[in-house]
C-alpha cells in the first residue's frame, strides 16, 4: 500500500513537472520564435478528441463536435493543441459520470470562436478569472487531481496566438462554458 502510495506521488510529481516546463515554454520569448505554419483548427480538435475519448468514456461521458467549416489560424499546432487538451482534459474531469461536453467551432463578426460547454457543475461568476492563476483550482474539485496549472497554460498559449480565453456559464448544458476567440484576420 505504501509502495502504490510512492508511485502515485511520483506520478503527480513528474506531471506537475511537465505541466510546469511547458507553462515556462510558453510564456518563454523562445516559444515566440517557433515558426507558425496554417493549422486548420477542426481537425486539431477531433485529433485531441479521439486521444481523450477513452478518458471520456470510462466515465460514459458524451462528447460532440459542431463545426461550421474547416477554420483555419496561422500559429503552433503544437502549442494549440496542448490548450484544447487541457481545456478538454479539464472538461472531463469536472463533468460528472454520464455528463455530456459540447465543442462548437465557427465564425463571429470575422472572428473564430471555439466555445466548449459541459454539464458539469460551472464555477462562479466571481471565481472564474482567478482560475487562470497558477496552483488554483476550483473550490469543488474534490475528488479530482491536478496541480491547477491546466488554464493558466492554457491562457498562455491563447495569449501567444493573440485569441481571448473567457470562461463563462453554459446556457444549454448548465456547467462551465469556455470561449476562446482568434481575432478576425487584418486585426
Same mark, same amino acid.
Not at 516559444?31 to 477542426?42: C, I, K, P, R
Given at each position: 500500500? #505504501?509502495?502504490?502510495r510512492?508511485? $502515485?506521488? !511520483?506520478? &503527480?510529481?513528474?506531471? *506537475?513537472? /511537465?505541466?510546469l516546463?511547458? %507553462?515556462?515554454?510558453?510564456e518563454s520569448?523562445? #516559444?515566440?520564435?517557433?515558426?507558425? $505554419?496554417? !493549422?486548420? &483548427?477542426?481537425?486539431? *480538435?477531433? /485529433?485531441?478528441?479521439?486521444? %481523450?475519448?477513452?478518458?471520456?468514456?470510462?466515465?460514459?461521458i458524451a462528447?460532440?463536435?459542431?463545426?461550421?467549416?474547416?477554420?483555419?489560424?496561422?500559429?503552433?499546432?503544437?502549442?494549440?493543441?496542448?490548450?484544447?487538451?487541457?481545456?478538454l482534459?479539464?472538461?472531463?474531469?469536472?463533468?460528472?459520470?454520464?455528463?455530456?461536453?459540447?465543442?462548437?467551432?465557427?465564425?463571429?463578426?470575422?472572428?473564430?470562436?471555439?466555445?466548449?460547454?459541459?454539464?458539469?457543475?460551472?464555477?462562479?461568476?466571481?471565481?472564474?478569472?482567478?482560475?487562470?492563476?497558477?496552483?488554483?483550482?476550483?473550490?469543488?474539485?474534490h475528488?479530482?487531481?491536478g496541480?491547477?496549472?491546466?488554464?493558466?497554460?492554457?491562457?498562455?498559449?491563447?495569449?501567444?496566438?493573440?485569441?481571448?480565453?473567457?470562461?463563462?456559464?453554459?446556457?444549454?448544458?448548465?456547467?462551465?462554458?469556455?470561449?476562446?476567440?482568434?481575432?478576425?484576420l487584418?486585426?
Open positions: 500500500q #505504501a509502495v502504490t510512492l508511485n $502515485h506521488g !511520483v506520478d &503527480l510529481a513528474i506531471r *506537475l513537472m /511537465q505541466q516546463l511547458v %507553462l515556462a515554454r510558453q520569448s523562445h #516559444a515566440n520564435a517557433v515558426e507558425w $505554419h496554417s !493549422v486548420e &483548427l477542426t481537425q486539431l *480538435l477531433v /485529433q485531441t478528441i479521439e486521444e %481523450l475519448t477513452p478518458q471520456a468514456q470510462t466515465r460514459s462528447m460532440a463536435l459542431e463545426a461550421d467549416a474547416p477554420m483555419s489560424v496561422q500559429g503552433d499546432a503544437d502549442g494549440l493543441q496542448i490548450l484544447f487538451r487541457n481545456l482534459e479539464n472538461a472531463i474531469k469536472y463533468t460528472p459520470p454520464h455528463g455530456r461536453i459540447r465543442l462548437r467551432v465557427g465564425q463571429h463578426a470575422g472572428a473564430t470562436r471555439i466555445t466548449i460547454e459541459d454539464s458539469g457543475p460551472g464555477i462562479a461568476p466571481e471565481q472564474r478569472e482567478r482560475m487562470f492563476e497558477r496552483f488554483v483550482r476550483a473550490e469543488d474539485a475528488g479530482t487531481t496541480s491547477g496549472l491546466g488554464l493558466s497554460i492554457a491562457r498562455a498559449v491563447a495569449e501567444r496566438h493573440r485569441a481571448t480565453l473567457t470562461l463563462g456559464q453554459s446556457d444549454d448544458l448548465g456547467g462551465l462554458q469556455v470561449l476562446l476567440e482568434f481575432p478576425a487584418g486585426h
